[in-house]
């Protein structure tokens, strides 16, 4: 396999980031959308740039509890297809944060606070966009407008750690001018990553030489595409919503479990990919609370297993268990993610994590000197034949249930 660059093994040591979608839409509570789906006026729409106060957008309140989630980086939406910029656009359109009822250049806000609390900030920046008559009526006067709003962000606001595009998709044959696009981050960016949403029919698609990482919209596939032999490694994200929009929208109570959001950043992890935990902000730029709950619990996970996740990288190891535990190295230790263990009871609350549980693993050369639960540091009893693994993976401590159990195999 190709050897990544140093810009691409860095972002996948970032391994967890919090994906922020926010806008005019916000005030709507009906996701990112709204204007789109449910065919609302453009004039009347625009006029929602009055009413953008950011009052509740506290950008270091934001990325501390990022932070405290376990993320390594935040995606912002810079703009998204309704057109509107959330930073000072510097006469390119009126249509931005300084020109809306904030006045506030809020990439600003959210970029310092990044630098300050050691989090690298990516932002997003639909390439399709509603707004721009220009997109429609003159395309290539439209992509100069487009490049001439990521050089502003690439030259004004220090270190970008990357830029996240969303919307070729829209226009699949036309010339996107990338070279021209992807060279102006380069130029004042060179460590940025450069990635661009290949949208829900082209996931995992490469469609440029300078793409960084290929994304996978709402899905986990079983494998990523790091490129072919001979081209350039290239990095994969997967990316999930915590219920059913990317916006805020109050009326979607369709939650995803927290066993399916935790189980999802160990299979990215499995699989070699990033992964972006998505949350809207509300229309005056705070996180609800159900989103700042999933975060609290994702970051208690991570408290525990942050060691398993960053820089460990997928193995060969397999699993005997119904394919689904897996291991991954940092190349000093093993960790072996454990699925579907119970709690241990007594005679009167059976819950059934009492019994041996054994796990094998198969395709481990080295010696096991000691193996033990990240959580709480319990000794395991293991036994090693050959290649082969047994490890007695013991039940959760009645009072915890962490959906995936970690041990760490030290050789």
């Known amino acids: 396999m190709n050897v990544p660059l140093k810009r691409i093994k860095n972002y996948e040591d970032l391994g967890l980031g919090l994906f922020i979608h926010w806008g005019l839409y916000s005030q709507l509570s009906q996701g990112e959308w709204t204007e789109f789906i449910h065919g609302i006026n453009k004039e009347k729409y625009e006029k929602l740039a009055d009413t953008f106060s950011a009052k509740d957008f506290d950008a270091e309140k934001i990325v501390q509890q990022a932070k405290s989630m376990g993320a390594k980086y935040i995606v912002l939406t810079a703009k998204h297809h309704e057109g509107f910029f959330l930073y000072d656009s510097q006469g390119l359109s009126n249509f931005d944060a300084i020109h809306s009822l904030a006045k506030r250049d809020l990439i600003k806000e959210f970029v310092d606070a990044c630098h300050k609390y050691d989090i690298k900030p990516f932002l997003y920046m639909a390439t399709y966009d509603w707004h721009n008559p220009l997109y429609e009526n003159d395309f290539n006067k439209y992509l100069e407008y487009l490049r001439k709003s990521v050089e502003i962000l690439s030259k004004n606001y220090g270190s970008i750690g990357g830029f996240w595009f969303d919307g070729n998709w829209n226009k699949k044959d036309a010339d996107w001018h990338l070279d021209d696009l992807y060279g102006t981050i380069r130029k004042y960016q060179p460590d940025a990553m ?218």
Request: some cysteine.
């Open 194 to 411: 450069i990635i661009n949403n290949t949208g829900l029919k082209n996931r995992g698609k490469i469609i440029n030489p300078e793409i960084d990482a290929v994304t996978y919209e709402r899905g986990t596939p079983d494998s990523i595409n790091h490129g072919d032999d001979g081209q350039k490694y290239v990095a994969g994200e997967i990316s999930l919503t915590l219920n059913q929009h990317w916006g805020f929208a109050k009326s979607d109570i369709n939650f995803k479990s927290p066993r399916e959001v935790i189980e999802t950043i160990c299979h990215a992890r499995d699989i070699g990919a990033n992964i972006l935990i998505n949350i809207g902000l509300t229309g005056t730029g705070e996180i609800p609370i159900i989103s700042k709950e999933y975060m609290k619990f994702i970051g208690l996970w991570m408290d525990h297993n942050s060691q398993a996740i960053y820089e460990a990288r997928p193995t060969d190891i397999k699993s005997g268990y119904q394919m689904k535990d897996f291991a991954l190295s940092d190349g000093k230790n093993t960790y072996l993610f454990i699925f579907d263990l119970k709690i241990v009871g007594n005679s009167n609350v059976v819950l059934g994590g009492e019994g041996v549980n054994p796990r094998s693993f198969t395709g481990i050369n080295k010696k096991a000197k000691k193996i033990s639960w990240l959580d709480n540091k319990e000794k395991l009893s293991f036994t090693q034949n050959n290649d082969m693994l047994t490890i007695d993976a013991t039940g959760f401590k009645y009072g915890t249930d962490l959906i995936v159990r970690v041990a760490k195999v030290e050789f």
